[in-house]
């Protein structure tokens, strides 16, 4: 089971702030907004008077209303066809033990998130790669590619659009390519689409359920992002196929129930809620534009122009980013002050790819942000001497 690059240096940033050192936080797309009010006046006011087990499925009334939501994106589902679980991390791992054996092979583009790899370990399932470059600002890689990795053992693909920990937004035509593989070799498609709200580049959203393969795709989706709400642990898995749909039932019942409280807080967080959504877009739209332009200014840094979530890949000037992230942590300070990121080889499968990049989520205020770039800056100035 790997080490998470995302909080693998998280108790040397403890000691830092021990210390009396200011760290600013860009290894984790934790997102500072606040949670949607009226979320938080439904998790005050619970009158319960026994916090009971909920359905294994999630309450009806949660799921009926995620099928309103899911409309807005052009996704037609109903609320038999969506399962709520602990977070979208449970719905991925119900996900993969449901539709692969142990032995099993899935293909996954890198870099990517890192904890699938952790997934995939846990059910024992071989995890395939297919590499995007960041000189093509980590675009699909070419069809020959996710060819040439398939094998008899292949059962599926696995996509996260937006993708953590890029940025990059798939476009129709990939997506078309993509679908013609997995009806080729009749795999399933894994499609994360947690971050579907912040996307920038002024196209509407593609779902893979818009496809037109309902019978392979198993989405992923989740709350925590959207409505700031990581804590409350409530994500779905959402598919038309009903017998993954029955299959991951029988994981849910043995895992009995998801968050009560969680359900709640999410409930209220679906209807009337645009005017929050909309002001997040355009908070984290201006985070992005402030922090990509701050990154390419620094010499010998590059970063793409993400298009959508909160994330980016950069490269840095730097041998090995791993070790400058320690040192930052442990020796560098300016005006008592650091920056934590995540080393981007932890996103990786390929060993050796990614050594000299970071994974960065622009989830501070704008005010924040600028003052970690000036920290970086004058950091890599110092470590290259």
């Known amino acids: 089971m790997p080490s998470s690059p995302i909080r693998k240096l998280a108790p040397l940033a403890r000691e830092a702030k021990k210390q009396g050192v200011k760290v600013y936080h860009l290894n984790i797309g934790q997102p500072d907004l606040p949670t949607p009010p009226k979320a938080l006046e439904a998790l005050k006011h619970v009158d319960r008077t026994t916090l009971e087990y909920s359905p294994s499925e999630g309450y009806a009334s949660l799921r009926e209303k995620l099928t309103g ?31 692969l054996d142990p032995g099993d092979e899935i293909i996954m583009v890198e870099p990517g998130y890192a904890n699938y790899i952790s997934f995939a370990k846990t059910a024992r399932i071989t995890v395939k790669t297919v590499t995007a470059r960041i000189e093509d600002g980590f675009a699909l890689p070419p069809v020959d590619a996710f060819e040439k990795a398939i094998t008899p053992r292949t059962k599926a693909i696995l996509l996260c659009n937006p993708s953590n920990p890029t940025g990059y937004v798939y476009t129709a035509e990939e997506l078309q390519q993509i ?96 005017d929050y959504a909309k002001a997040c877009f355009d908070e984290y739209k201006a985070r992005r534009d ?27 000037p730097v041998a090995d980013a791993e070790d400058f992230c320690r040192w930052l942590l442990t020796d560098f300070r300016l005006d008592g002050e650091t920056v934590m990121m995540a080393p981007a080889a932890g996103f990786y499968s390929t060993p050796g790819l990614g050594k000299n990049q970071v994974r960065m989520a622009y989830v501070l205020k704008i005010e924040d942000l600028a003052k970690a770039l000036k920290v970086l800056r004058a950091a890599l100035e110092a470590y290259n001497k």
């Open 290 to 316: 402030f922090f990509i332009k701050g990154l390419n200014e620094i010499p010998g840094v590059y970063s793409p122009m993400p298009e959508g979530a909160f994330y980016t890949v950069a490269s840095l």
């Open 69 to 99: 939501y899911y409309k807005r994106y052009g996704i037609d589902i109903t609320p038999d066809e969506i399962i709520v679980t602990c977070g979208g991390s449970e719905a991925i791992l119900l996900g993969l033990l449901t539709c």
């Open 179 to 274: 679908k013609e593989i997995v009806v080729k070799h009749d795999l399933f498609l894994f499609s994360d689409e947690v971050y579907r709200e912040f996307v920038y580049n002024g196209k509407p959203y593609l779902s893979a359920m818009s496809l037109g393969i309902p019978e392979h795709v198993v989405m992923i989706d989740s709350v925590s992002k959207r409505y700031s709400e990581c804590g409350i642990r409530i994500g779905m898995l959402v598919t038309h196929n009903k017998e993954v749909h029955d299959t991951v039932m029988k994981f849910c019942q043995a895992r009995l129930s998801p968050p009560l409280l969680g359900q709640i807080v999410a409930e209220a967080s679906i209807e009337g809620t645009q």
